[in-house]
């Protein structure tokens, strides 16, 4: 644990991230309104007292909205990584494993799936099927397939080679054993990093593609559809953009300073070091 | 040099009454190649021919040494032993079982009677794993073993090894070399096999640690009636723990000797080089050094006929022309040599 904290990047990005999951968690039990619920009366209305981040145009509380806004990202990034990793890594140690034809089949598909710009590919994916959360998580979670399965491949190929695994070949237990018990827990660093780092990718990605209207939908608060909504407002109550934009940057800043802080540590030649 | 040799013989005819007639295993003719320069369309290019035709038996109880400098084939003819890769040709027989006709399941469960200690003890066990995973590992696959039990065993096996119970819970970086190498004997011990390969056991270790492993080898010999097949460079330790040595030069043996016949009359120019080569602490006994001139030649182009003439002093228009066949010269002792076929070992 000291190693860890012992890292600035780690120590603020832990903060940052708590600090975002704590806001999730907490608007989940209680907002000081209901993110939906409209106020005629107090429409954009300046921060004070009584609504700290100020209103929107239909004078819902933007405090509220960003809370509830925290729980939609950290569901994309979950169900995006979560997309990402049990294909990429399924695909990846099958890649490492087999070797040869299957392996060039899976990496030249990924090569294909990289080719393409990811918010390119999202924007036609979620046109295709119709915009919606759960298109634009599964547009974000395709992309990710080949990131989290080249990084599984390298790693794997690399553990396979060394000599724990002839020993435990010599030992009798078979491959999917040696798969499960030696390569994966060898290769959970590297991963550990990736999916952190990927998460802050997916927040932005969600963010942008609820801005351009082909996530989230309304009146369901999305930071990014805060910010779609606050354009038209933006010198009318600039507050409306200032916070969700703030929200976005605090984390996707703080899972990539983790991310970060993690391979720090996870580095051994940095252990070393101390 | 008579007199040493009937008793070298009149030991080995004893060891023979005693033991079972099936040798423990038995190597024909055996061939690795490995390819250089294919891909997925083009063939390749050309073979590495690692182990080209290696053949010799090893009983029960028995210690068999392998010699050789770094690249002619020790390692590869280990692995071949423990089936962890195949052969391009010819036929390993364990305990009278033949491998290539074993089937995965029955190739397991003769796997499980062999065992291999490795040279790196730092690749050689998994960083993520404590010791106690790590040395009862090949107890996996015996499911009606509570893990209790398996504890107590484990603690028995590193109390073997000269270790402590309480290092079960530790993960190996937390060890040194020579304890990391006796974790690795501890799970090579395990399932109580009745072949352990070692493959360099203490090359990577300090000299004064290499004693306390060797040591250790030998009394786990004794407690479990191990066989060992032990692959080094080092003639001194193997000298010091095998009962027979075989010297390898690009992938074949050039001469197979009992211990005792090994030091004094070894015969192959080879391993003549090889013993001259071993440090002498006495200065007055340091005979004259006659290194071998160049490099082993590449185990890729073999060269023509004895594959040492390249780097041999004697050799002569035959050896370059003919490939000598391993003959025995004297009871138990083969060379490869067209110099030693049929003569004495005064010729030289």
Same mark, same amino acid.
């Given at each position: 644990m000291k190693r860890f904290f012992g890292n600035l990047n780690f120590t603020l990005g832990f903060i940052l991230s708590l600090f975002i999951v704590m806001m999730a968690l907490t608007s989940l039990v209680?907002?000081?309104?209901?993110?939906?619920s409209m106020d005629a009366l107090h429409r954009l209305a300046r921060p004070s007292l009584t609504h700290p981040l100020g209103t929107d145009q239909y004078g819902r509380d933007i405090l509220s909205r960003v809370m509830v806004g925290a729980v939609n990202s950290i569901i994309v990034g979950l169900v995006t990584v979560g997309i990402g990793i049990s294909l990429g890594v399924f695909l990846g140690l099958i890649s490492a494993y087999f070797g040869k034809f299957v392996d060039e089949a899976i990496m030249r598909l990924s090569d294909l799936l990289f080719g393409f710009p990811a918010v390119l590919s999202a924007i036609l994916i979620t046109s295709i099927l119709g915009p919606s959360i759960i298109n634009a998580m599964l547009a974000i979670g395709i992309f990710y397939i080949p990131v989290f399965a080249r990084l599984t491949r390298a790693v794997a190929m690399t553990i396979w080679e060394r000599e724990f695994i002839e020993a435990a070949r010599a030992c009798g237990v078979n491959e999917i054993y040696i798969t499960w018990r030696h390569v994966l827990p060898n290769i959970l660093s590297p991963l550990l990093v990736q999916a952190t780092i990927q998460f802050a990718v997916a927040i932005l990605a969600e963010a942008a593609l609820s801005y351009l209207g082909l996530g989230t939908q309304p009146p369901f608060a999305s930071w990014g559809r805060m910010l779609n909504e606050a354009q038209t407002f933006m010198t009318l109550a600039p507050w409306m953009a200032v916070f969700p934009g703030v929200a976005i940057a605090l984390a996707v800043l703080g899972f990539n300073l983790l991310g970060d802080g993690l391979r720090d540590t996870f580095d051994p030649k940095m252990v070393r070091k101390r | 040099m008579a007199s040493v040799l009937d008793a070298g013989s009149g030991i080995i005819r004893k060891r023979e009454d005693i033991m079972i007639e099936t040798p423990l295993i038995e190597v024909h003719d055996l061939v690795k190649y490995f390819p250089l320069g294919g891909s997925l369309l083009k063939k390749p290019h050309s073979w590495v021919k690692a182990v080209n035709g290696v053949s010799f038996k090893v009983e029960k109880g028995e210690t068999f040494g392998v010699v050789g400098e770094s690249g002619c084939g020790k390692t590869t003819l280990g692995r071949l032993i423990l089936g962890l890769i195949s052969p391009s040709s010819g036929r390993i027989e364990f305990d009278g079982k033949d491998f290539s006709t074993l089937n995965n399941t029955e190739m397991r469960s003769v796997r499980r009677r062999m065992q291999i200690i490795f040279q790196d003890p730092y690749s050689s066990l /998994?960083?993520?794993?404590?010791v106690f995973s790590i040395i009862t590992e090949p107890m996996?696959?015996?499911? /009606?073993?509570s893990r209790n039990s398996r504890r107590e065993l484990a603690a028995d096996l590193l109390k073997r090894v000269g270790l402590r119970p309480e290092d079960l819970d530790k993960y190996p970086h937390e060890f040194s070399g020579g304890q990391r190498q006796r974790i690795g004997i501890a799970r090579s011990i395990c399932m109580r096999p009745e072949l352990i390969v070692a493959d360099e056991p203490v090359s990577s270790l300090d000299v004064s640690i290499q004693a306390q492993v060797i040591n250790l080898m030998a009394k786990l010999r004794e407690d479990y009636n191990l066989s060992y097949i032990f692959i080094s460079h080092d003639l001194r330790v193997v000298n010091y723990l095998c009962n027979k040595i075989a010297v390898m030069y690009l992938g074949a043996i050039v001469e197979l000797a009992p211990k005792h016949c090994f030091t004094t009359i070894a015969r192959h120019p080879y391993t003549r080089a090889l013993l001259e080569s071993v440090p002498q602490p006495n200065p007055h006994q340091r005979g004259k050094l006659s290194p071998m001139e160049g490099?082993?030649?590449?185990p890729i182009n073999l060269p023509s006929g004895c594959t040492f003439h390249t780097r041999c002093h004697y050799a002569t228009d035959k050896c370059r022309k003919i490939a000598p066949p391993l003959l025995q010269v004297e009871p138990g002792h083969y060379v490869a040599c067209w110099l030693n076929q049929g003569r004495g070992f005064e010729d030289y």
């Open positions: 209680w907002t000081p309104y209901d993110a939906n | /998994d960083p993520r794993m404590k996996r696959s015996i499911k /009606d073993l490099d082993v030649s590449s």
